[in-house]
Protein backbone atom coordinates (compact mmCIF):
# COMPACT_ATOMS: atom_id res chain seq x y z
CA UNK A 1 0.00 0.00 0.00
CA UNK A 2 2.54 2.81 0.66
CA UNK A 3 4.68 2.01 -2.56
CA UNK A 4 1.17 2.58 -4.15
CA UNK A 5 1.22 5.61 -2.36
CA UNK A 6 4.28 6.94 -2.97
CA UNK A 7 4.45 5.94 -6.91
CA UNK A 8 1.11 8.31 -6.96
CA UNK A 9 2.67 10.70 -5.57
CA UNK A 10 5.27 10.80 -7.50
CA UNK A 11 3.26 10.73 -10.95
CA UNK A 12 1.32 13.54 -9.34
CA UNK A 13 4.68 15.68 -9.04
CA UNK A 14 5.65 14.86 -11.71
CA UNK A 15 2.50 15.72 -13.60
CA UNK A 16 2.92 19.43 -11.63
CA UNK A 17 6.07 19.94 -12.89
CA UNK A 18 4.94 19.10 -16.81
CA UNK A 19 1.77 20.85 -16.77
CA UNK A 20 3.53 24.23 -15.22
CA UNK A 21 1.39 23.79 -11.89
CA UNK A 22 4.95 23.62 -9.51
CA UNK A 23 6.46 26.77 -8.94
CA UNK A 24 8.50 25.72 -5.93
CA UNK A 25 9.90 21.86 -5.80
CA UNK A 26 11.76 21.04 -3.08
CA UNK A 27 13.80 17.88 -1.11
CA UNK A 28 16.28 17.46 1.84
CA UNK A 29 20.11 16.20 1.20
CA UNK A 30 22.98 14.78 3.21
CA UNK A 31 25.48 16.71 4.24
CA UNK A 32 28.08 15.93 6.97
CA UNK A 33 27.03 18.41 9.35
CA UNK A 34 22.88 17.79 8.84
CA UNK A 35 19.99 17.52 6.72
CA UNK A 36 19.88 20.16 4.46
CA UNK A 37 16.54 21.88 2.45
CA UNK A 38 16.87 22.86 -1.25
CA UNK A 39 14.55 24.29 -3.16
CA UNK A 40 14.47 25.12 -6.53
CA UNK A 41 11.99 27.08 -9.44
CA UNK A 42 12.40 26.99 -12.87
CA UNK A 43 14.78 29.35 -13.45
CA UNK A 44 17.41 27.29 -10.62
CA UNK A 45 18.09 26.92 -7.15
CA UNK A 46 16.54 29.56 -5.24
CA UNK A 47 17.14 28.64 -1.39
CA UNK A 48 18.97 25.93 0.40
CA UNK A 49 18.51 25.86 5.04
CA UNK A 50 20.79 24.64 6.94
CA UNK A 51 20.25 22.36 9.45
CA UNK A 52 19.98 25.00 12.45
CA UNK A 53 17.00 26.50 10.20
CA UNK A 54 13.49 25.30 11.04
CA UNK A 55 12.04 23.37 8.12
CA UNK A 56 8.48 24.66 8.26
CA UNK A 57 9.39 28.56 8.43
CA UNK A 58 11.30 27.96 5.85
CA UNK A 59 8.77 26.57 3.40
CA UNK A 60 6.11 28.80 4.67
CA UNK A 61 8.84 31.47 3.97
CA UNK A 62 8.98 30.63 -0.03
CA UNK A 63 5.18 30.05 0.18
CA UNK A 64 5.05 33.84 0.63
CA UNK A 65 7.83 35.44 -1.21
CA UNK A 66 7.48 33.22 -4.52
CA UNK A 67 4.37 30.93 -4.96
CA UNK A 68 2.15 28.64 -2.32
CA UNK A 69 2.18 26.25 -5.23
CA UNK A 70 5.09 24.78 -3.62
CA UNK A 71 5.36 20.59 -3.44
CA UNK A 72 7.66 18.06 -2.37
CA UNK A 73 9.74 16.53 -5.35
CA UNK A 74 12.90 14.98 -4.37
CA UNK A 75 13.29 13.96 -8.42
CA UNK A 76 13.00 17.73 -9.68
CA UNK A 77 16.18 18.19 -7.39
CA UNK A 78 18.98 15.25 -8.18
CA UNK A 79 20.69 17.31 -10.24
CA UNK A 80 21.76 19.28 -6.93
CA UNK A 81 22.03 16.54 -4.85
CA UNK A 82 23.96 14.86 -6.97
CA UNK A 83 26.69 18.03 -7.26
CA UNK A 84 25.92 18.10 -3.47
CA UNK A 85 27.36 14.71 -2.83
CA UNK A 86 29.65 14.84 -5.42
CA UNK A 87 31.22 18.09 -3.30
CA UNK A 88 31.54 16.64 -0.35
CA UNK A 89 33.09 13.46 -0.96
CA UNK A 90 35.73 15.87 -2.33
CA UNK A 91 34.93 14.34 -6.07
CA UNK A 92 33.79 18.53 -7.10
CA UNK A 93 35.11 21.55 -6.57
CA UNK A 94 32.96 23.52 -8.48
CA UNK A 95 29.03 23.69 -9.38
CA UNK A 96 27.18 23.55 -12.39
CA UNK A 97 23.70 24.49 -11.28
CA UNK A 98 21.72 27.65 -12.79
CA UNK A 99 20.74 29.84 -9.57
CA UNK A 100 17.44 31.81 -9.00
CA UNK A 101 18.85 34.98 -7.63
CA UNK A 102 14.81 36.47 -6.89
CA UNK A 103 15.45 36.28 -3.41
CA UNK A 104 18.16 38.54 -3.38
CA UNK A 105 18.12 42.04 -4.44
CA UNK A 106 20.58 45.21 -3.98
CA UNK A 107 23.19 45.28 -1.54
CA UNK A 108 22.11 41.79 -0.84
CA UNK A 109 22.51 40.54 -4.51
CA UNK A 110 25.05 42.34 -5.23
CA UNK A 111 27.14 40.49 -1.79
CA UNK A 112 25.97 37.18 -2.98
CA UNK A 113 26.93 36.90 -6.17
CA UNK A 114 30.86 38.07 -4.83
CA UNK A 115 30.65 35.47 -2.48
CA UNK A 116 29.68 33.01 -5.10
CA UNK A 117 32.77 34.02 -7.03
CA UNK A 118 35.01 33.09 -4.46
CA UNK A 119 37.19 30.16 -6.19
CA UNK A 120 37.44 27.11 -4.52
CA UNK A 121 40.36 27.11 -1.94
CA UNK A 122 40.70 30.73 -1.83
CA UNK A 123 38.89 33.75 0.76
CA UNK A 124 38.20 37.09 0.40
CA UNK A 125 38.08 39.97 3.38
CA UNK A 126 34.68 41.82 3.97
CA UNK A 127 37.03 44.70 2.40
CA UNK A 128 37.25 43.06 -1.19
CA UNK A 129 33.22 41.84 -1.06
CA UNK A 130 32.90 45.69 0.16
CA UNK A 131 35.08 47.30 -3.12
CA UNK A 132 33.30 44.15 -5.42
CA UNK A 133 29.95 44.80 -3.95
CA UNK A 134 30.54 48.83 -4.39
CA UNK A 135 28.94 49.46 -0.76
CA UNK A 136 30.28 50.62 2.77
CA UNK A 137 31.14 48.61 6.04
CA UNK A 138 30.51 49.09 9.42
CA UNK A 139 33.30 48.88 11.69
CA UNK A 140 32.64 46.84 15.03
CA UNK A 141 34.86 46.79 17.48
CA UNK A 142 33.41 44.15 19.29
CA UNK A 143 33.64 41.93 16.79
CA UNK A 144 37.28 42.59 15.51
CA UNK A 145 39.48 44.72 18.18
CA UNK A 146 41.65 41.34 18.55
CA UNK A 147 42.27 41.37 15.15
CA UNK A 148 46.10 40.92 13.91
CA UNK A 149 47.21 44.06 11.76
CA UNK A 150 43.81 45.77 12.91
CA UNK A 151 45.19 49.01 12.58
CA UNK A 152 46.78 48.39 9.08
CA UNK A 153 43.50 46.98 7.64
CA UNK A 154 41.56 50.45 8.98
CA UNK A 155 43.81 52.62 7.47
CA UNK A 156 44.18 50.95 3.70
CA UNK A 157 40.41 50.99 4.11
CA UNK A 158 39.01 54.13 5.43
CA UNK A 159 37.11 55.02 2.92
CA UNK A 160 35.34 52.28 3.18
CA UNK A 161 34.24 52.20 6.48
CA UNK A 162 30.93 54.41 6.96
CA UNK A 163 30.06 53.58 10.48
CA UNK A 164 31.94 52.62 13.92
CA UNK A 165 30.10 50.37 16.24
CA UNK A 166 30.80 51.46 19.57
CA UNK A 167 30.22 48.90 22.41
CA UNK A 168 32.18 46.74 25.05
CA UNK A 169 32.66 42.82 26.31
CA UNK A 170 33.70 41.60 29.24
CA UNK A 171 36.45 38.71 28.33
CA UNK A 172 35.08 35.29 29.60
CA UNK A 173 31.34 36.00 28.87
CA UNK A 174 29.94 32.94 26.84
CA UNK A 175 27.40 35.19 24.91
CA UNK A 176 28.88 37.34 21.70
CA UNK A 177 25.98 39.22 21.87
CA UNK A 178 26.09 39.75 25.65
CA UNK A 179 27.19 43.56 25.37
CA UNK A 180 28.77 46.11 28.24
CA UNK A 181 27.91 49.41 28.77
CA UNK A 182 31.76 51.20 27.13
CA UNK A 183 34.16 51.16 29.98
CA UNK A 184 32.81 48.17 31.79
CA UNK A 185 34.21 45.56 29.99
CA UNK A 186 37.57 44.59 28.37
CA UNK A 187 38.28 46.24 25.03
CA UNK A 188 40.64 49.06 24.47
CA UNK A 189 37.88 51.73 22.95
CA UNK A 190 40.10 54.61 23.64
CA UNK A 191 42.66 53.24 21.33
CA UNK A 192 40.36 51.67 18.72
CA UNK A 193 38.62 55.18 18.49
CA UNK A 194 42.13 57.12 18.26
CA UNK A 195 42.66 54.70 15.80
CA UNK A 196 40.00 55.19 13.19
CA UNK A 197 40.33 58.68 13.71
CA UNK A 198 43.73 59.12 12.87
CA UNK A 199 43.43 57.12 9.43
CA UNK A 200 40.79 59.66 8.48
CA UNK A 201 37.75 58.55 9.31
CA UNK A 202 34.64 61.39 9.25
CA UNK A 203 31.85 58.86 9.78
CA UNK A 204 29.32 58.24 12.55
CA UNK A 205 29.41 56.17 15.85
CA UNK A 206 26.76 54.32 16.89
CA UNK A 207 26.25 52.34 20.05
CA UNK A 208 25.40 49.15 20.53
CA UNK A 209 23.55 48.23 24.09
CA UNK A 210 22.16 44.45 23.56
CA UNK A 211 22.20 41.12 26.05
CA UNK A 212 21.47 39.95 29.27
CA UNK A 213 24.11 41.97 31.06
CA UNK A 214 22.20 45.37 29.65
CA UNK A 215 18.49 44.15 30.48
CA UNK A 216 19.58 43.18 33.74
CA UNK A 217 20.47 46.73 34.64
CA UNK A 218 17.94 48.04 32.51
CA UNK A 219 17.84 50.49 29.16
CA UNK A 220 17.09 53.51 30.94
CA UNK A 221 20.62 53.40 33.29
CA UNK A 222 21.98 51.75 30.18
CA UNK A 223 21.77 54.27 27.44
CA UNK A 224 22.75 57.38 30.54
CA UNK A 225 25.90 55.61 31.31
CA UNK A 226 26.50 54.31 28.09
CA UNK A 227 26.42 57.79 26.50
CA UNK A 228 28.24 59.40 29.22
CA UNK A 229 31.05 57.29 28.90
CA UNK A 230 31.38 57.74 25.14
CA UNK A 231 30.91 61.22 25.84
CA UNK A 232 34.16 61.53 27.88
CA UNK A 233 36.26 59.24 25.79
CA UNK A 234 35.56 61.31 22.66
CA UNK A 235 36.41 64.36 25.31
CA UNK A 236 39.50 63.32 26.38
CA UNK A 237 40.44 62.50 22.57
CA UNK A 238 38.99 65.59 21.37
CA UNK A 239 41.80 67.73 24.36
CA UNK A 240 44.35 66.05 22.67
CA UNK A 241 43.79 67.23 19.21
CA UNK A 242 44.40 70.88 17.47
CA UNK A 243 40.96 70.71 15.49
CA UNK A 244 38.89 73.97 16.13
CA UNK A 245 36.07 73.52 13.27
CA UNK A 246 32.40 72.48 14.70
CA UNK A 247 29.69 71.23 13.04
CA UNK A 248 26.63 70.00 14.94
CA UNK A 249 24.20 66.90 13.11
CA UNK A 250 21.01 66.47 15.35
CA UNK A 251 19.86 62.97 14.00
CA UNK A 252 17.08 61.06 16.23
CA UNK A 253 18.22 57.05 16.97
CA UNK A 254 15.32 54.86 17.42
CA UNK A 255 13.41 57.38 18.77
CA UNK A 256 15.24 56.86 22.32
CA UNK A 257 17.61 59.65 22.39
CA UNK A 258 19.34 62.17 20.06
CA UNK A 259 23.00 62.85 19.23
CA UNK A 260 25.11 65.48 18.48
CA UNK A 261 28.31 65.49 16.84
CA UNK A 262 30.67 68.29 17.49
CA UNK A 263 33.86 67.58 14.56
CA UNK A 264 36.89 68.68 16.04
CA UNK A 265 38.80 65.51 14.71
CA UNK A 266 35.41 64.13 14.27
CA UNK A 267 33.72 64.43 18.16
CA UNK A 268 30.63 62.54 18.84
CA UNK A 269 28.72 63.50 21.79
CA UNK A 270 25.52 61.70 22.85
CA UNK A 271 22.48 63.60 24.83
CA UNK A 272 19.50 62.23 26.25
CA UNK A 273 16.57 63.93 26.26
CA UNK A 274 15.54 64.15 30.44
CA UNK A 275 12.41 61.90 30.02
CA UNK A 276 14.33 58.85 29.79
Not at 36 to 61: C, I, N
Not at 167 to 196: C, H, K, N, W
Not at 261 to 275: F, K, M, S, T
Amino acid sequence: MTATVDKSLERLRERAAAEGLLDVAYATADSPFGTLLLARTPQGLVRLALPSEDVEATLADLASRISPRLLEAPAQLDEERRELEDYFEGRRQEFDLPIDWQLSNGFLLRARRGIAAIPYGETRTYTDLARQAGTKVMLDFQSSWYERDLRAVVRDNIDLIHMVQLSDFVIGTSQTGDRAVPGDGDIPLEYLVEMVLEAGFEGAFDLELMGPRIEDEGYGSVIRRAVDRSSELLDRIERQSSFTEEEYLHEHISGLFAWKRCRWRNRLALYLPDEI
